[in-house]
């Protein structure tokens, strides 16, 4: 499969993009495909890059999955978003690690965990 010109994709393209990476990264998780799901968060890693060119309301764009059916990208969602959206990011990583559906209740949990104590932080 050709590798997507992100640059020449739009913003709206770019985030059903990564909605799709991120349905692929939950299939992976299930399936234990771990190489696959490594390869999964190299290319949101890329589309996140292209959003952080493309300025803060192009990273908001994001929010919009934070409905999203699928808990893992609600979950990537929020992570990427917590630099320019920091109050609305965390309450949607605290319900992700309040609705116990693991592993991302996990994920979840360890992010806000990580962020209060100062291992992490939002770029």
């Known amino acids: 499969m050709k590798k997507p010109n992100l640059s020449s994709m739009s913003l709206d393209e770019l ?3 990564f909605a799709e990476i991120g349905v ?3 299939d992976a998780l299930w399936d234990g495909k771990y190489a696959k799901f490594g390869a999964l968060y190299k290319q949101m890693d ?3 890059s292209e959003l952080k060119l493309r300025g803060t309301d192009a990273r908001r764009a994001l929010l919009r999955l934070y409905t999203h059916p699928n808990i893992q990208v609600r979950l990537k969602a929020a992570v990427r978003t ?3 959206a920091p109050e609305v990011a965390r309450r949607a990583l ?3 690690a309040n609705s116990r559906l693991y ?6 949990g360890m992010c806000l965990s990580n962020l209060d104590d100062g291992t992490f932080k939002p770029d």
């Open 15 to 17: 985030v059903d993009r």
């Open 24 to 26: 692929q990264q939950d």
């Open 46 to 48: 890329q589309i996140d």
């Open 82 to 84: 917590l630099a320019v």
């Open 94 to 96: 605290e319900a992700i």
């Open 103 to 108: 592993p991302q209740a996990g994920d979840a």
